[in-house]
């Protein structure tokens, strides 16, 4: 079955949309500058992605395409495993455009436009983790179900989503769950309740995770080459 991608239809954004962008842009952009990781705020400024007003994907992937081959292509929400994969494995990322209401700044239960474009998208500006993304799609594509496929939503969940990283000397976000979110990014550096444990692809892919609270356990890489690497010698082990 083929995917349905979807027209971001710009004209269809009210005054509160772009109002509810703003706010929630505002809000964390502050805290970012002090939080996220090098590779994340620059792919922000390269993509030129404001509080003004909610994005437009074609701005965006005029400024993406040259730099690192991605596109974001938008979709009606989510879209089957299988597919969401094929579009890794091609450097596309399905985007919702749907923006969240007022009501619900603080939690969404599936993503809207402000995780995907602003927590996802500035990521895949940079080049080590745009690959990482791209092998990881790839890897889910070839895998042959479970129990692989389990083991790579957690390494999903633990690095894209919920990935933290190590730069001089401190830690940053990287993962698109805590860079939009001003709650859990904040509790996931200065918290005592959360443990923070350097990298390791077998601990990852064997542990469980939860949606709806806080992460208790996070993963701190050094590089997004360790990524790409770890990645790497996965897919070794799934041709055996």
Not at 64 to 79: E, Q
């Amino acid at each position: 079955m083929a995917i349905e991608f979807i027209d971001q239809d710009y004209s269809r954004y009210s005054a509160e949309n772009h109002a509810v962008w703003k706010l929630l842009y505002e809000r964390r952009i502050a805290e970012l500058e002090a939080q996220a990781s090098r590779a994340y705020l620059d792919g922000l400024r390269t993509l030129e992605i404001y509080a003004d007003r909610v994005p437009q994907l074609s701005d965006i992937n005029a400024r993406l395409g040259p730099v690192t081959g991605w596109t974001s292509r938008a979709v009606p929400g989510y879209i089957p495993a299988d597919d969401f994969f094929a579009c890794l494995a091609r450097r596309e990322f399905p985007t919702t455009i749907g923006v969240r209401p007022r009501e619900q700044l603080d939690y969404l239960p599936e993503p809207d436009i402000f995780h995907d474009v602003f927590g996802h998208i500035p990521m895949h500006a940079n080049r080590e983790f745009g690959d990482f993304l791209q092998a990881y799609g790839e890897a889910a594509l070839h895998c042959g179900g479970e129990p692989r496929l389990t083991e790579l939503q957690r390494l999903f969940w633990f690095t894209v989503e919920f990935g933290l990283i190590r730069e001089e000397g401190r830690l940053r976000l990287y993962g698109s769950g805590l860079i939009s979110s001003p709650g859990e990014g904040k509790h996931c550096l200065e918290s005592p309740a959360v443990e923070r444990v350097d990298f390791d692809l077998e601990r990852v892919i064997a542990q469980d995770f939860e949606i709806d609270h806080y992460q208790p356990l996070l993963f701190v890489i050094d590089s997004y080459e360790q990524l790409f690497a770890a990645l790497g010698e996965y897919r070794r082990r799934l041709l055996h």
